[in-house]
């Protein structure tokens, strides 16, 4: 049983593209959560949503982040027009139900804005 | 080894010894509290978790104690082996149903001496 998929591993981008970043939860898992990483932080809340559905997306910057989780395939969160603050590690969990029924995050995706 | 909350954020313990690694969190609500492991380039591994309604629990060579009176949640690692050189993250959930979001603390980095 495959974990948490993230990719890419890594990705580097000008200022001004945009990032795409996919996760696939876990298999049986329904509920996908966002965050962000910056270097030398803790890891922030951004976007928690069910299929074709954002529940809470009290932690996503106002503009330029987006993210989907679409009936069919992975979720996305799109980034468009990125600074170099948006350089961080970002990362996807999956649970099958609630937070404390198995919360499992994948490897991450390192953004790197130049 | 001990450490003392988010201001003292590395700890180093002499291979085979026990360390404590201490976290304190700030909202009186919170009922679940997971202590994750991450690892450099990795996702946050799920070590151990621990509702409110209980102030301690053991996993193999873990232990996690909760004391709510002051806020304060532990994870206590026995016979510390190399392996356990990581950042361990401590992370908290509300009660309130329908939010599914995990609060980190900055994290408590630990190293193994051989």
């Known amino acids: 049983n495959a974990g948490v998929m993230q990719n890419p591993r890594h990705l580097v981008r000008r200022r001004g593209q945009e990032a795409r970043l996919r996760c696939s939860p876990m298999?049986?898992?329904?509920?996908v959560y966002w965050y962000r990483q910056l270097p030398e932080e803790g890891l922030k809340f951004m976007v928690y949503l069910q299929k074709e559905n954002i529940i809470d997306e009290s932690g996503m910057p106002k503009e330029r982040f987006s993210a989907e989780f679409p009936k069919e395939g992975p979720s996305i969160l799109r980034i468009q027009q990125v600074v170099r603050g948006d350089s961080a590690a970002y990362f996807c969990a999956s649970s099958p139900n609630r937070v404390d029924y198995g919360y499992t995050f994948g490897s991450g995706t390192r953004l790197t804005v130049v | 080894g001990e450490s003392v909350g988010l201001h003292l954020p590395t700890l180093s313990v002499q291979e085979g010894d026990n360390s404590i690694i201490n976290c304190a969190y700030s909202n009186s609500a919170s009922d679940y509290f997971i202590w994750y492991k991450q690892e450099s380039g990795k996702g946050p591994q799920f070590i151990i978790d621990i509702r409110s309604n209980m102030d301690k629990r053991q996993g193999q060579r873990v232990t996690v104690l909760l004391n709510k009176t002051v806020k304060h949640l532990s994870l206590q690692i026995a016979a510390t082996q190399p392996g356990d050189s990581a950042v361990y993250l401590c992370a908290e959930n509300p009660s309130n149903f329908g939010n599914e979001k995990l609060t980190f603390g900055t994290g408590t980095r630990l190293t193994i001496i051989p």
């Open positions: 298999k049986g898992h329904s509920h």
